[in-house]
Structures are given as structure tokens and as C-alpha cells.
């Protein structure tokens, strides 16, 4: 499973993280592979570890560099929830080491966590799948 979504989702938006696990667990992926923003990120690769599945860490800069843009603005509980996830990762690939984050390297990122995400799925004769969240678009009723 290739993961990536919305940063920022507040740490305990119960309805956000439990559609996210909900949907984690109907695909119920042996391999997570992503980056860790604060946000659909740690809550898709925390449900992949409670689902048995292994994390595979894929960052566009190096992981100080990555928590300072993507994870500590939004707060220490998010902090806290980062290292731990990093602490469980089977493995973290750091596609770059130029500081600072940029648009252009976390496109990258995505693009390399997709890529590793189709060749496992190749080596363990599986499919691979992408979960990719999004907020909700609110029509001209809901204004």
C-alpha cells in the first residue's frame, strides 16, 4: 500500500482517523510504504502496524529536515507519533539529503514510495494499491 494525504488533521479528529484505519483495514496491506506528515500519514502507517502489516519509510530529505517542515508545526503529539513510527519502520529511504523540503522533492518522494510499492507488490506476487486522502469538497449547499 502506497499512502499519502492530508497534513494537519488535528491529532484527535477520532472521525478522520477512524474512516482512515476503517479503510486500512479493508485493504489490509503487508507492506505500508510512505513519508510520515503529521496528518493521514502517521494515522495510515499506525493502522498498518496494529494490522500486522510493515512500515517502509520513504522520505524526500533527511528526517530532521522532514519532521521540522512536515510534522512539528502541527504539535508535539504528532512529534511523539513520528519518532515512534520511525523507531518501527522496517525501513527508511532518504531519497535526498538538500535541505530545505520542497514541493518538488515531496513529489518525488510520492512517486518513489509508488514505485516501491508496484515492485514489492511484483516480488510477492500481490497487487499493489494507493490510498491516497483527500479532504471532503463541499458543494454550494453545504456554504
Known amino acids: 500500500l502506497h499512502f499519502d494525504g492530508i497534513i494537519g488533521i488535528a491529532p484527535d ?8 484505519e476503517a479503510k486500512v483495514a479493508e485493504i ?6 510512505g513519508a510520515l506528515a503529521a496528518g493521514t500519514d502517521i494515522i495510515v ?15 524526500p530529505c533527511l528526517p530532521e529536515a522532514f519532521r521540522a517542515a512536515s510534522v512539528t508545526p502541527f504539535g508535539a ?7 515512534a513510527l520511525m523507531d518501527e519502520a522496517a525501513s527508511v529511504v532518504v531519497l535526498d539529503d538538500i535541505e530545505p523540503l520542497s514541493s518538488g522533492g515531496v513529489e518525488v518522494g510520492r512517486e518513489a514510495a ?21 479532504a471532503e469538497e463541499k458543494s454550494d449547499r453545504d456554504m
Open 13 to 20: 479528529d477520532r472521525d478522520a482517523a477512524q474512516l482512515i
Open 28 to 33: 489490509a496491506p503487508s507492506y505500508g510504504i
Open 45 to 59: 502507517a499506525e493502522a498498518v502496524l496494529q494490522g500486522g502489516g510493515h512500515l517502509h519509510v520513504v522520505l
Open 77 to 83: 503529539e504528532w512529534e511523539q507519533r513520528f519518532d
Open 114 to 134: 509508488m514505485g516501491l510499492a508496484l515492485r514489492e507488490s511484483a516480488r510477492l506476487q500481490s497487487r499493489a494499491a494507493a490510498l491516497t486522502v483527500r
